[in-house]
């Protein structure tokens, strides 16, 4: 993205004018999510688990989405259920956030070696295919 005064507050959509041309090829291939792969060999990251948010949107979401804060407990991740099943990317509208929220809490609820392993092929298998909200 361009430099810009609403990076913490803003988040990336669509016709986002801040997205470059190679910013909008490393988001549609990606490749922007491997240097995260440095924060999980430190252990601050997972592979997989809740993404992260904004600081901001932490603060909006926990007063309006019941269980938000219950992905606080675990790692984040590079991936998770909520952006293999549909909630990647931009959240417009509450109902959203609550669905990625949902999936996010449900991962934690049933984690399982087997769990992960799924959601890296699904992950792969997105990644391949090509998925609309990746930008």
Same mark, same amino acid.
């Given at each position: ?60 979401? #926990?007063? =309006?989405? &019941?269980?938000? /804060? ?9 991936? $998770?259920?909520?952006?293999? *099943? ?25 984690? #399982?070696? =087997?769990? &992960?392993?799924? /959601? ?9 295919? $090509?998925?609309?909200?990746? *930008?």
């Amino acid at each position: 993205m361009r430099v810009n005064n609403l990076s913490d507050e803003l988040q990336a959509s669509k016709e986002d004018s801040r997205i470059t041309r190679i910013g909008s090829f490393l988001r549609k291939t990606n490749l922007d999510e491997f240097p995260q792969f440095l924060n999980v060999f430190i252990g601050d990251m997972s592979i997989v688990g809740p993404r992260p948010h904004m600081l901001k949107h932490t603060d909006e979401y #926990s007063k =309006l989405v &019941d269980s938000y /804060m219950v992905r606080q407990l675990v790692k984040p991740g590079i991936t $998770g259920p909520a952006q293999v *099943y549909g909630f990647r990317g931009e959240t417009k509208t509450t109902a959203e956030m609550e669905g990625r929220v949902e999936l996010d809490v449900w991962y934690i609820e049933n984690w #399982s070696i =087997l769990l &992960d392993l799924k /959601m890296i092929m699904l992950t792969i298998w997105n990644m391949v295919r $090509g998925e609309e909200k990746a *930008y």
